[in-house]
């Protein structure tokens, strides 16, 4: 069983820059795939990023490649979403979620994923 508690969420300028956490209980963290997905109003939840095990291996979406990275931290438990140039079409909350379907691998199938965060708000201002 994991917990996942995010944080980080607020209100940033377009441009601007957001640095996302998710912290997670039980010491097993480091054995699961790890991912990020927003769902904005009125949207289905869409994938962002994922990052396996290790951090040797990640995945992003088309719309945050290269704006976006995510990063873990097994000794703290913790995964990071650092998020660059902003837009408002940004303006979700993002959750994140643990895999212990795929540890190896990345996966973007929400599906693959067994626990959730409540998630954290992000809204980008124009």
């Known amino acids: 069983q994991v917990q996942l508690v995010e944080s980080g969420g607020g209100l940033v300028q377009a441009g601007g820059s957001l640095r996302l956490s998710c912290a997670a209980s039980?010491?097993?963290?480091?054995?699961?795939?790890l991912g990020w997905f927003r769902q904005a109003p009125g949207k289905e939840r869409e994938f962002v990023t994922a990052?396996?095990?290790?951090?040797?291996?990640?995945r992003y979406a088309d719309y945050v490649k290269g704006r976006f990275t995510i990063s873990r931290d097994n000794a703290k438990n913790t995964v990071y979403l650092q998020m660059n140039s902003l837009t408002p079409e940004d303006t979700a909350v993002y959750y994140c979620?643990?895999?212990?379907?795929?540890?190896?691998?990345?996966?973007?199938?929400?599906?693959?994923?067994?626990?959730w965060g409540q998630g954290t708000q992000v809204t980008v201002s124009s």
């Open positions: 990052i396996n095990r290790s951090g040797g291996s990640t």
């Open positions: 039980g010491r097993t963290f480091s054995t699961y795939g």
């Open positions: 979620a643990a895999s212990a379907k795929v540890r190896w691998a990345t996966t973007a199938d929400r599906n693959d994923y067994d626990y």
